[in-house]
């Protein structure tokens, strides 16, 4: 694709270099002209061509292992397809849908990963933007605390949920302890439906707000300041520059943030998982943490239909249009009002 | 969208303004009370807590895990227990396997970022803003949902356990694009592309003289924080790879926690070792990488 350029690309040159050797007064020979229109064409090709040849690997990788196989699936959503044989299917039509839409772990998983979604997502981003307001102050040892609050990101889901099952443990774990301290009793953390909802939503908060406060910073870092000092001559106090300067302003980074953690809930799948190993993937005892991230798997890989499985990603895509749609209609009011 | 840092003339005098604007941004005049240093304090110790506790819990037995208080400080079983976690969860292959896949990603999708990026950012084409649309667009949807094809097509190559599998689809990277792009249009000035022009040099010089050079810095926070996501991916893997065939260290220490002894300080053992290299990493780099992420932050 590009290495046709090169030649392009010294020839000019070296003809700039001979230009002062041509015998001075003569024009350029017939076969100087040809070769110069030559040089000019492929400089043009050049021009024109190779911004398409920078970006299409981008979008073959993404046609190849993101497009294509979300379409595909919309496809394998109407057959029958085992994970033993995942060649040979059979098409059901619509069946894969109306057999889960018939099964109350479906409901059970959507209504979980809503629940575990709002109990994850809200206070990490509230906590997230007052971390932030904090380190917009001068700090000493600022980038301490940055890194340090970076440091969860770095941890993997994998290790993050294996430690906080230790943590989360019913009779010996730290936090059960803590609790007792204070005259609480021993909470299941794995079998209650609440708390354990709570408890999965934890290890996603931990591992996620400071990441989110590193954004928020940013964007605060953004503000331009006479927005503020014009607000302090009018008299407003730090809490009212708070919320009619600094909040006005991140409205589009917490409309951005808020997208992602959306979608990044409704995908959650190797918390829950982890969360209580030996009940894999039906997310507990009685499915109390299941998301519909580990819905899909069980239906997939442990009762081995793929097709049903690709029927429960189609739903979850289209969920996540919805998200889309009304997240575009929201930030279209909000500039218009602004 | 733009970024949220000012904008800096070359990567030299980058690192200075950054800090610089502290002094000017709201709130950046008033020196931080001793409650919010609290809250920080609080904060941070959250944050760390956890995972100084995870090497303690390492450094202990089972039975010290099994009694209540737990333990606070560490106990002389740490090397004992990273020993039997390397050899029990595979931990040495999963290493080198990760360390392939996450660096041969990594590498590949600051590449392509790259180029991409500048011709997103510097180059006039046709239906240039259209694609830029779409690149973002491809952001919000998740890459677990096109697992089922990926896994039928695995199954029809006999990739299963194949490092390769969990390569190629993770080179799909719009983030990688869009940090580019916004690194690109502020960092690369367009006198220099047209003073390489004007020298006679084709796209692909321009890219490897100019463009190379210039985005270095941010060439090298956009393949930290690619290999710390590769390092860290669950899901794809864990479908592809299995614990004792051919996997990466998340699926090992996962594997851990499913074995059929539920040793907690092995499997805490297992946990710090496939943490420990990316922690190292942030206590080198953390700061490269904090400024990469507030930099890569999408405003509008």
Do not use: C
């Not at chain 2, 002389?76 to 390397?86: E, I, K, P, Q, Y």
């Amino acid at each position: 694709m590009t290495t046709g350029h090169d030649t392009a690309a010294a020839s000019p040159a070296k003809e700039g270099g001979a230009a002062p050797g041509r015998p001075s007064g003569g024009g350029p020979t017939e076969q100087e002209q040809r070769r110069r229109k030559r040089q000019s064409r492929r400089w043009q090709r050049d021009v024109r061509w190779s911004p398409y040849a920078f970006v299409s690997p981008f979008f073959l990788l993404f046609l190849a292992f993101g497009l294509f196989p979300l379409i595909y699936t919309g496809w394998a959503s109407l057959h029958q397809v085992e994970l033993t044989a995942p060649t040979d299917m059979d098409w059901v039509g619509l069946r894969n849908y109306t057999r889960i839409f018939d099964d109350e772990f479906f409901w059970n998983a959507a209504e979980n990963t809503l629940t575990i979604g709002i109990i994850s997502t809200v206070p990490q981003l509230l906590m997230a933007m007052g971390i932030a307001h904090i380190l917009n102050y001068k700090l000493r040892a600022s980038t301490f605390y940055r890194v340090a609050m970076l440091a969860p990101y770095a941890t993997s889901i994998a290790a993050a949920s294996l430690l906080f099952v230790l943590l989360f443990g019913r009779d010996y774990g730290m936090i059960n302890w803590a609790l007792g301290a204070v005259g609480i009793d021993n909470i299941d953390w794995q079998n209650d439906k609440w708390a354990s909802q709570i408890a999965v939503s934890t290890i996603v908060i931990w591992r996620w707000t400071g990441y989110n406060a590193l954004i928020y910073l940013a964007a605060m870092q953004a503000i331009p300041q006479d927005l503020y000092e014009s607000a302090a001559l009018d008299g407003a106090s730090r809490w009212q520059q708070f919320f009619h300067v600094t909040l006005p302003s991140l409205r589009p980074t917490i409309l951005f943030t808020v997208v992602v953690s959306t979608i990044g809930a409704s995908q959650l799948f190797g918390e829950p998982l982890l969360f209580d190993a030996n009940k894999g993937a039906s997310g507990g005892s009685q499915h109390q943490f299941q998301t519909l991230g580990l819905y899909l798997y069980e239906q997939g890989w442990v009762n081995q239909h793929l097709g049903r499985a690709s029927a429960i990603a189609w739903t979850m895509f289209l969920i996540l249009i919805v998200i889309g749609i009304v997240n575009y209609v929201i930030s279209r009011r909000l500039r218009a009002s602004s | 969208m733009t970024t949220t840092l000012t904008k800096p003339d070359s990567p030299e005098d980058r690192r200075p303004r950054v800090r610089r604007p502290k002094a000017a941004r709201a709130g950046g005049q008033m020196h931080a009370g001793p409650i919010a240093y609290v809250i920080l304090a609080l904060f941070t110790l959250g944050s760390l807590f956890p995972l100084v506790w995870t090497a303690i819990a390492a450094s202990r037995d089972n039975q010290r895990l099994a009694q209540t208080p737990p333990p606070f400080w560490f106990g002389s079983n740490l090397f004992d227990n990273l020993d039997l976690a390397w050899n029990d969860a595979n931990l040495g292959e999963a290493f080198l396997n990760t360390t392939f896949v996450a660096g041969v990603s990594a590498a590949t999708i600051v590449f392509l970022s790259t180029i991409a990026g500048f011709a997103f950012a510097k180059l006039r084409f046709k239906g240039r803003n259209a694609m830029m649309l779409i690149v973002i667009g491809t952001m919000m949807v998740p890459p677990q949902l096109s697992v089922i094809p990926l896994y039928m097509m695995v199954a029809e190559l006999d990739w299963s356990d194949q490092l390769q599998a969990v390569i190629l689809p993770s080179l799909v990277s719009a983030f990688g694009v869009f940090f580019m792009r916004q690194y690109l249009l502020q960092a690369l000035p367009d006198e220099i592309i047209e003073a390489a022009r004007v020298d006679g040099a084709s796209s692909w010089r321009v890219i490897w003289h100019v463009v190379f050079p210039a985005a270095r810095p941010a060439m090298a926070v956009l393949g930290m924080l690619m290999f710390v996501q590769t390092w860290n991916d669950f899901l794809w893997p864990f479908l592809v790879l299995t614990q004792n065939g051919n996997p990466t260290v998340q699926v090992a220490v996962a594997g851990l926690g499913r074995g059929y002894t539920p040793d907690q300080s092995l499997i805490m053992a297992g946990a710090l070792l496939g943490t420990l290299p990316l922690l190292i990493v942030f206590a080198i780099f953390g700061k490269q990488i904090v400024g990469g992420i507030m930099q890569g932050a999408v405003k509008g």
